[in-house]
């Protein structure tokens, strides 16, 4: 057992991830304060610095805890996430035709941000003590299949298709790390490739199927559905190399990004720091995941392994889909950039995932 000022302690200590996610906390208040200078959100940005200072309260927390109080979390953790999703089907807040919330009073919990993180610990925990090993068979995926399925649909209901999409993906990414037979990945291509025209039929809602139709052409609606997309797009290209100027934006600061302080801020950003600037901020984000790797490289089983590539694929697709949604390579889905979107749970929830990479960063030093 060593003392936390132990040189040994201290050079284990993962400095590279703390600062890069400084830097983005840094920028995103900056930016948030500039988006959300309109009408009834002066405050935003006060609130966003409070989430992350209790973020930090969680981090000191979270960072010395012992991997086997985090393993023995891991089921009831998905156990009160279940309880909480299905809670807010029956008496969430409801807000923009959403049903996601739980309103607390002093703050609304959004229950589906922190299910990423529980099921990223439940899959982590059945893996990591399943005892034949990969690669997986679909037969053998069942089990894992029965911990995702409820979260995603219970998700998708609320209508939430980007978060339910983040919790798929991330699972998909744990199951392909440890290993899938071919056949298995081949067959289902095959099914995907089939049911995705069924899917948009008789699964999504008019207006998920609206933004499918606006991704393929936003000019088809430009003053409705296509509106969201062409701005963004406006102003993203209109930044050009060096942006126009910290608060000089036209279409963030004339109001004419919708959601500008939450799902479109990178727009807000880009349009006031242009290309040259969404490359820093990409750059900081790559950073953030290298540091990640980190932590995957230096976990001490198989559990903490697994845990360390979730975290660092919710990370790295929450960005790909919010930068790709907004510069218009990818549909408009309800995904926030992380630690730059307005937003409680979710800066909590990310500031939850970089503490758990510390602490498996730390590797053997374990108190």
Same mark, same amino acid.
């Given at each position: 057992?060593?003392r936390t000022?132990?040189?040994e302690v201290?050079?284990?200590?993962?400095?590279?991830?703390?600062?890069?996610t400084?830097?983005?906390? &840094?920028l995103g208040?900056a930016?948030l304060?500039?988006?959300?200078?309109?009408?009834g959100?002066?405050s935003l940005t006060?609130?966003? %610095?409070?989430?992350f200072?209790?973020?930090c309260?969680?981090?000191?927390g979270?960072v010395?805890?012992?991997?086997?109080?985090?393993?023995?979390?891991?089921?009831?953790?998905?156990?009160?996430?279940?309880?909480?999703?299905?809670l807010?089907?029956?008496?969430?807040?409801?807000g923009?035709?959403?049903?996601?919330w739980?309103?607390?009073?002093f703050?609304?919990?959004?229950p589906?941000?922190?299910?990423k993180?529980s099921?990223?610990? %439940?899959l982590?925990?059945?893996f990591?003590?399943?005892?034949?090993?990969?690669?997986?068979?679909?037969k053998?995926?069942l089990?894992p299949?029965l911990?995702?399925?409820?979260y995603?649909?219970l998700?998708k209901?609320q209508p939430?298709?980007g978060?339910?999409g983040?919790v798929?993906?991330?699972?998909?990414s744990?199951?392909?790390?440890?290993?899938?037979?071919?056949?298995s990945?081949?067959?289902v291509?095959i099914?995907?490739?089939?049911s995705?025209?069924?899917?948009?039929?008789?699964?999504l809602?008019?207006y998920q199927?609206?933004?499918?139709?606006?991704?393929?052409?936003?000019?088809?609606?430009?003053?409705a559905?296509?509106?969201?997309a062409l701005q963004?797009?406006?102003?993203?290209?209109?930044?050009?190399?060096?942006g126009?100027?910290?608060?000089? &934006?036209?279409?963030?600061?004339?109001?004419f990004i919708p959601e500008?302080?939450?799902d479109f801020i990178?727009?807000?950003?880009a349009?006031?720091?242009g290309?040259?600037?969404?490359?820093?901020?990409?750059?900081?984000y790559a950073?953030?995941?290298?540091?990640?790797?980190?932590?995957?490289?230096?976990?001490r089983?198989?559990?903490?392994?697994?845990?360390a590539?979730?975290?660092?694929?919710?990370?790295?697709?929450h960005?790909?889909?919010?930068?790709?949604?907004?510069?218009?390579?990818?549909?408009?889905?309800?995904?926030?950039?992380?630690?730059?979107s307005?937003?409680g749970?979710?800066?909590m929830?990310?500031?939850?995932c970089?503490?758990?990479?510390?602490?498996?960063?730390?590797?053997k030093?374990?108190?």
């Open positions: 057992m060593l000022d132990s040189p201290m050079k284990s200590f993962n400095l590279g991830l703390v600062l890069s400084l830097l983005i906390v &840094g208040l930016t304060f500039s988006a959300s200078r309109g009408p959100l002066q006060k609130l966003q %610095a409070i989430y200072g209790v973020g309260l969680l981090v000191t979270i010395f805890l012992h991997s086997d109080f985090i393993r023995k979390l891991a089921y009831p953790a998905y156990g009160a996430c279940l309880l909480l999703l299905i807010v089907l029956l008496v969430g807040h409801v923009n035709g959403s049903q996601r739980i309103n607390l009073g703050f609304r919990l959004q589906s941000e922190f299910a993180i099921i990223i610990l %439940a982590a925990k059945y990591s003590e399943e005892k034949l090993g990969g690669p997986y068979s679909l053998r995926l089990l299949a911990l995702i399925i409820p995603f649909i998700i209901k939430d298709m978060t339910a983040i798929f993906l991330t699972a998909a744990m199951i392909l790390f440890i290993g899938v037979e071919w056949k990945i081949f067959l291509l099914v995907a490739l089939i995705i025209p069924l899917a948009y039929k008789y699964v809602h008019d199927r609206n933004r499918v139709k606006t991704f393929l052409n936003p000019m088809s609606d430009p003053r559905t296509g509106y969201n963004c797009r406006i102003a993203v290209g209109s930044g050009k190399w060096v126009k100027g910290y608060l000089d &934006g036209t279409q963030s600061q004339l109001n500008q302080h939450t990178f727009s807000v950003f349009e006031e720091r290309f040259l600037g969404a490359l820093l901020l990409l750059g900081l950073a953030y995941l290298f540091f990640s790797v980190r932590a995957i490289l230096r976990a089983d198989k559990f903490e392994l697994l845990v590539v979730g975290l660092t694929a919710v990370m790295f697709w960005v790909f889909i919010n930068i790709g949604m907004v510069i218009g390579v990818l549909p408009i889905v309800g995904v926030t950039l992380p630690f730059f307005y937003g749970s979710s800066m929830m990310f500031m939850i970089t503490a758990l990479l510390l602490n498996i960063s730390r590797k030093y374990i108190f």
